[in-house]
């Protein structure tokens, strides 16, 4: 089983950066390397949208065309964490940032539902402000 904590949101000015970090445990090293690792959030008063997502094998990203241009996904497997740098903040970004993971997911496509997700953490709320 795997568990996955977010943490690094805050309170940002718009136009301003922040960097979100998503440690998994009981996943390591070679296993948590076979995860597909994504990013979601959800506004106050939305659905839960897809942000961005890595393969496990780091050789394809993929982003939400709101993100895309401004936001960064990373993983680094020896530390078992996924990241989201997140540049040029904007209001509509102001969320709830989910991290989620899946075993081995899709090397060729987004993995852009949230059923196509397994384990969750618990969020980081975002907050940008004007």
């Known amino acids: 089983q795997v568990q996955l904590v977010e943490s690094g949101g805050g309170l940002v000015q718009a136009g301003g950066s922040l960097r979100l970090s998503c440690a998994a445990s009981g996943a390591s090293g070679r296993i948590f390397s076979s995860y597909t690792m994504g990013w979601f959030r959800r506004a106050p008063g939305k659905e839960r949208e897809f942000v961005a997502d890595i393969s496990w094998s780091g050789g394809r990203t993929y982003y939400a065309a709101s993100v895309k241009g401004r936001f960064t996904i990373s993983r680094d497997n020896a530390k078992s964490t996924v990241y989201l740098q997140m540049n040029s903040l904007k209001l509509e970004d102001m969320a709830v940032y989910y991290c989620?993971?899946?075993?081995?997911?899709?090397?060729?496509?987004?993995?852009?539902?949230?059923?196509?997700?397994?384990?969750w953490g618990q969020g980081t709320q975002v907050t940008v402000s004007s």
């Open positions: 989620a993971a899946v075993r081995f997911g899709s090397l060729d496509q987004a993995l852009a539902s949230t059923s196509d997700y397994t384990y």
